[in-house]
């Protein structure tokens, strides 16, 4: 397996008041292509910071990420916004999804932000096409013109891991995604998980519950701002 | 794509969206109205003015006048771009009506109907005499007598409705008119040898209604020759005390006024020049208080009050689009404010900080079209039936916007005016995306984590 990600000395504190709180503190990690890889620690041990850095939705105050070699601070903005449209699929534990906007249109938004306004006229088929196929794979075919507000939890984060999926990204970051279902549903977002990593999706997934980094490949501790394990 | 589905969604979505529709066609429509009927108030005021005096007028600024007006007039006439003159004589003088106690100073303008009609609208001005303007000295009760032609605020009120109620025939009443006559040298003609004073009775024959109230209040019109002798400028080297020009159809006002200025100047040399006599002389200096002006400048100082009137209307409608900015901004903060969650799902997916101030940019483009379109579509509803309104008003709540027994305006101003609605459509439609652009990019510059932190949503 290849090295996809790399985080070097990661560092990283909130202001709060007159001192700062440091969430993260020189914390090293790396992620094989491939894999599917659980951070477990408690709440508030950084975690979800861990993940938005990982992600380039957040920057650290110290340290480097490597993405495939790059360290991803040389990045200019447009490519972020490449990295971020096309490398990585973000899963959020509150879904995320815009609520004016159906089902299939959330999960198209990542190859309309891709294609722009003109390019979306060629995009629109291929990619209507794909869409369908993810919803129907997480089992949501009959919802595609359904908003937000229509679909239960478990529905919503399905249609966000679709969303994730849709530029087909080389890295998944799943942040607590079945923290917010109950433990049925979790258990049917994670077995979802498990079929994409299967077909060689990377994953990194945040939890702060034991039994679900179990199903992942490699389970990484945090504490204290440092993986410990 | 989502560039244009978002907006439109958020549009339809949000109340306070709606709100700020509303807030922009009632900005809108506010201004429409307020600035057809104020454009067309001046408007109205310019065509009267314009109507009445002609498009140039030549005119000495002392009252004794000046001389060789006939001589400048032929030449005038000579001018191709030159389509009618008519020489008045402006003076003051004192009416009184025998057998009554009215005595007032009145402006008295001596025309020659003939003429006169040529270069303006005193034809249309005229009640009796409309269709036969060049008997407007002559009485139809008794042709014999020596007309006048008052203004008609002089003769009638005005009723509630604007109009005035006129008999069949004018009342045969006898008008006294009394002048100061002056010589040449700007002296009293008969001092020393009985009394300065002429005096001559006319009748009252017609009366003029211009539409402008210091005239048709204050304004005694008589033949030409008559006042012409009343005054002393008649005799051997007879004097008037202005040339009023219509140039030919088509003719730009500024361009004839310019021609008719060095027309003047020649011709008042040649004399001044000539001048051999000292009687001469003193006609040659008469020409240096002769001024030559387009009707616009011979009018500023009646038009300058309401031109400035209405660049006050602008300023303060220019404060009033302040206003609305103000309030679009103070809207779309709110908007984009409860919308931070959106901006960091978008910017999460890859969409770039320009593309999502493009999003609320299209969104304001939206509010600030539907808003202007909604404004201009009441504002020229409500003027195409403003008269209509103010005349239901009127009828059911004795209720006029201006009272017409007091204000010299008929209808309302209600022309609808393309080029100032686009003028007015298009700041609206930029308000709102000046409103927009500053909140759009600040929420749009935030950090994606801070935006999509769980204590954010």
Known sequence: ?229 | MYKVILPARYLFKRRIAILAILAVALCVFMVVVVMTVMRGLLQDFREKNHNFFGDCIVSSQSLVGFTYYEDFIKQLEEQDFVEAVSPVINAVGIMSMPGSDLNDAKTLTGIDPARHIKVTNFAETLHYRKSDPQKAFVPTYDPEKVGCVPGIDMVYLRNSSGGYSHGLEPMPIELKISCFPLTARGNLLNSGMGSPVNTKNFFYSDDSHSGIVKIDSNTVYLPFGRLQSLCGMGGKNPRASAIHIKFAKGFPVTNGTAKVTSLWKVFAKKYETQAATSSEQTYATLMDNVVVESWKGYRRSAIAPMEKEQAMMTLIFGMLGIITVFIILVVFYMMISSRSKDIGILKSVGISTTSVVGIFIVFAGFIGCIGTAIGMSAGCAMLVRINSIEDWLFDKYNWQLWDRSIYAIGDIPNKIEWQMLTIIGTCAVVACLVGAIIPSYQAARREIADTLRVDQL
């Open chain 1, 1 to 229: 397996m290849s090295k996809l990600l790399n985080a070097n000395g990661i560092h990283k504190s909130y202001p709060m008041g007159q001192t700062k709180l440091k969430v993260l503190k020189g914390l090293s990690l790396s992620i094989e292509k491939g894999e599917f890889v659980a951070i477990i620690g408690s709440s508030g041990s950084g975690k979800s910071t861990l993940l938005h850095i990982l992600g380039a939705l957040d920057k650290c105050d110290k340290g480097m990420v490597e993405f495939k070699g790059r360290d991803i601070e040389t990045y200019s903005g447009a490519e972020f916004n490449r990295f971020r449209n096309l490398k990585v699929g973000f899963v959020f534990q509150f879904y995320h999804l815009l609520d004016e906007l159906t089902m299939l249109e959330n999960v198209l938004l990542p190859t309309m932000a891709r294609a722009g306004t003109f390019g979306w006229i060629s995009a629109r088929k291929p990619a209507k096409k794909r869409g369908i196929e993810l919803l129907d794979r997480m089992g949501l075919a009959d919802r595609i013109k359904h908003k937000p507000y229509q679909l239960s939890g478990g529905e919503r984060q399905r249609v966000a891991i679709a969303r994730a999926l849709m530029n087909d990204p080389e890295l998944l970051l799943a942040d607590e995604p079945t923290g917010n279902l109950d433990s049925a549903t979790g258990v049917g977002i994670l077995e979802a998980l498990e079929a994409f990593n299967k077909q060689g999706q990377t994953i990194v997934m945040v939890t702060h519950d034991d039994r679900i980094a179990a199903r992942a490949d490699r389970t990484v501790r945090l504490a204290d701002g440092k993986i410990v394990k």
